[in-house]
Structures are given as C-alpha cells and as structure tokens.
C-alpha cells in the first residue's frame, strides 16, 4: 500500500529538461482520473525547464491501447522519453487482469525493442477511492512521479549518446 506522496521530487537533483522532447499517450477511459495524472506530468516537465512545443500528447481510447500508442509515438516523433499513463481499476471479472498483465508486458517489451524510454504510469487499483488519492488526491499524483522518471531517463539516454560518440 502506498503511502508516500508520489508529487514531492527535489528540483535540484532533476537534469534540466530544456533540450529534452517529450511525449505522454494518455487513455480515455477513467478521464478524471487520466486527465489529473495527464496535467501533473505536463507542469512537472514545465516546471522542471521543459519547453511547451517539446511535450506531445496523444489520447488512445483505453489503457490496452497504449502499448499501440506508444509504439506508433516512438515509429513516428522523435523523442527523449514517454509516459504511458492509464488507470485500470478491479472489476468483478478476470478482465482487470488481462489488461494490466497485458499493458504491463507491452511497455516492457518496447523498452526492450526500442530507444526511448517508457515510462508505465498506470494505475491499477482495486478502487476508484485509491485511484483518486494517487492522480491528485491525499497520495499525491503518479503523473508527476512519472514525468521526474521520464527526465532521468531522458538524460541517461542523452548521456549514452554522448559517451558512445566520445569512443566509451
């Protein structure tokens, strides 16, 4: 059980995000829920020097489709880190298990595959109150968790770049 506040990060121990392109594929389904995780990525990335021009975001109709939306954003945009953000909540059938372990192995595999991290800010929860208390709520939100994972990451990936030119 969580119980962190998943919106406290220490701005100075996060590379500056200027030169960095973003993107964020965001599901449709549980829009209050996706949406408050949604605007907490895109002020974290701001507020952590990101420009407004180098953050795109795409919407998909569900959480499964963000393995697709993601695939398609990294084939097509040239970026520096995405998050996949969705929420999925336990129902009363095995469904909620079909998608996250689906979801879950999708961004495995296209980190794996690809060179663009992807961040997995889904949550799956057992109830919409837990959803709530970590995209907003009394836990913070895992959207701007999410967007200080992207950053670090982007700059691993920008610091292997720029090592593997050097000859390391």
Not at 51 to 63: A, L, Y
Request: charged content about 20%.
């Amino acid at each position: 059980m969580a119980t962190t506040n998943l919106s406290h990060y220490d701005k100075a121990s996060i590379p500056n995000a200027k030169s960095f392109r973003f993107g964020i594929v965001v599901s449709e389904w549980n829009p209050e829920i996706t949406g408050s995780m949604h605007q907490g990525a895109i002020e974290t990335f701001l507020d952590c020097g990101a420009e407004k021009e180098n953050i795109i975001s795409w919407e998909v109709p569900g959480s499964f489709e963000l393995v697709y939306g993601c695939k398609k954003m990294i084939e097509s945009q040239k970026l520096d880190a995405i998050i996949a953000i969705g929420n999925v909540i336990q129902g009363e059938t095995k469904h909620f298990d079909f998608v996250c372990e689906g979801v879950t192995q999708g961004i495995v595999d296209l980190n794996i595959k690809y060179d663009v991290p992807v961040i997995f800010c889904v949550l799956t929860d057992n109830t919409r109150q837990q959803s709530i208390e970590r995209s907003g709520g009394k836990l913070g939100n895992k959207g701007i968790e999410c967007a200080v994972a992207a950053i670090k990451m982007a700059a691993i990936k920008n610091q292997e770049r720029k090592s593997s030119s050097l000859g390391f």
